[in-house]
DNA sequence: TTGACATATTCCCATATAGGAATGTAATGT
DNA sequence: ACATTACATTCCTATATGGGAATATGTCAA
């Protein structure tokens, strides 16, 4: 079996750099598609098909306004990452927290046990 | 250009769900991958597979010990997911906002003005 | 040494890319 | 109607994939 498709879900989607780049910079505004393909320095059919991929995962919400499309990101659709993610925060608060008592003992060495 | 390596990054590794699994069943203790595939239901070449793309990114440390090999997730290596989704967080917090607005309108709606 | 066990690696293949180039489509102004 | 602007889509190709099957590597036990 190949990988999975890009459009399969968000961590597929999230994956590809530029994609991510976009989801940013469509975070706090809408654009229009040309302003995104001036500010990623892509040229415009690979802008449109990355949008198409943020679409099709509802990454991102377009509106049309006459000859311009507008794209925002659709930060819901982050959410399930950042949950997943989540899930793994107390694991390394606990191995932040292992380095940091070994670098104590370090500096304080206890006196060895008898 | 083909799509960016899976061993690349922690994000392009994540992408695969079966991977997202074997990382969360290793978060609290360190298992040998025979138990790894029993949990999965892959077959051990898989595993196997899939742990050579986690543990090159550093998503899982490897230790050995006699014939095993005892796999752990590497939490820290998580991080910059959750970073990188938290940025959204003030947006989807936004977005919620105004559903939970637009809904009470609906139930208590405003005097046209005028 | 030989065999058994645990795991990794290699070879195979159908499939999906990402970017580049070219072309299609829809809306606007004149 | 026609040219122009703003996007989307299609075609192309090198490349990496994930699973299956087979094989290699490494470790222990007798």
Tied chains: 1, 2.
Excluded: C
């Amino acid at each position: 079996m190949a990988r999975a498709a890009t459009t399969s879900d968000a961590f597929n989607a999230v994956a590809e750099p530029r994609r991510r780049e976009i989801l940013v910079f469509l975070a706090s505004d809408e654009r229009q598609v040309g302003e995104i393909v001036a500010a990623m320095g892509l040229d415009q059919p690979s802008v449109s098909k990355h949008l198409g991929v943020l679409r099709s995962v509802g990454l991102v919400r377009v509106r049309r306004n006459g000859r311009h499309r507008l794209y925002r990101t659709n930060a819901e659709a982050i959410r399930p990452l950042h949950e997943w993610t989540e899930t793994f925060e107390r694991f390394w608060q606990h191995q932040l927290q292992r380095v940091k008592e070994r670098a104590e003992s370090q500096m304080f060495p206890k006196p060895p046990s008898q």
